[in-house]
């Protein structure tokens, strides 16, 4: 069966970096784009980054362009969300998804 399972979460200064491993199985991982999702206290699931199969192309919502890279490696069948420049607004619970599966999340908390 499809299983996701997120890694890398915790507690961080603002400013400061993480870095989030997603490890995919159950599925042909290289035919399929991958994304990272998160929700904070309160609020509606976003959007954070989307990659495509091969990797070639990503994509971020503003909030987190130029902050957040999303990359994968199909032969470990596994993709990274690096987080840098943190600050509390990202704090919730991250998501990894793909074919309408979801990981349990992971939760980071931005906080001095």
């Known amino acids: 069966q499809v299983q996701l399972v997120e890694s890398g979460g915790g507690l961080v200064q603002p400013g400061g970096s993480l870095r989030l491993s997603c490890a995919a199985s159950?599925?042909?991982?290289?035919?399929?784009?991958m994304s990272w999702y998160r929700q904070a206290p309160g609020k509606e699931r976003e959007l954070v980054a989307t990659?495509?199969?091969?990797?070639?192309?990503?994509t971020y919502p503003q909030s987190v362009k130029g902050r957040f890279t999303i990359s994968r490696d199909n032969a470990q069948n596994t993709y990274v969300l690096q987080m840098n420049g943190l600050n509390p607004s990202d704090t919730g619970v991250y998501y990894c998804t793909s074919l309408g599966y979801w990981g349990q999340g992971t939760q980071v908390t931005v906080s001095s």
């Open positions: 159950g599925f042909t991982f290289s035919n399929y784009a």
């Open positions: 990659i495509t199969s091969a990797g070639g192309t990503t």
